[in-house]
């Protein structure tokens, strides 16, 4: 494992206990989805938007 790898692991809260629980990918993507909880969006989807689509 990489330091770089580990830090991301201590940032998004993950032990190394909990490393054998889960893979790569899913400490990325958590990783990437902890960087969108403080975006401030400009415009929101309601409910007619999602029928919409």
């Keep these: 494992m990489t330091a770089l ?3 991301r692991c201590v940032q998004v ?3 190394i ?4 629980l889960i893979t790569i990918g899913t400490v990325n993507d ?3 989805e902890s960087g969108n909880d403080t975006c401030d969006y400009d ?3 309601t409910q007619d938007d999602f029928d919409a689509f």
């Design 5 to 7: 790898f580990l830090l």
């Design 43 to 45: 415009v929101l989807a």
């Design 13 to 15: 809260g993950i032990s």
């Design 30 to 32: 958590m990783y990437v």
């Design 17 to 20: 206990r909990d490393l054998d």
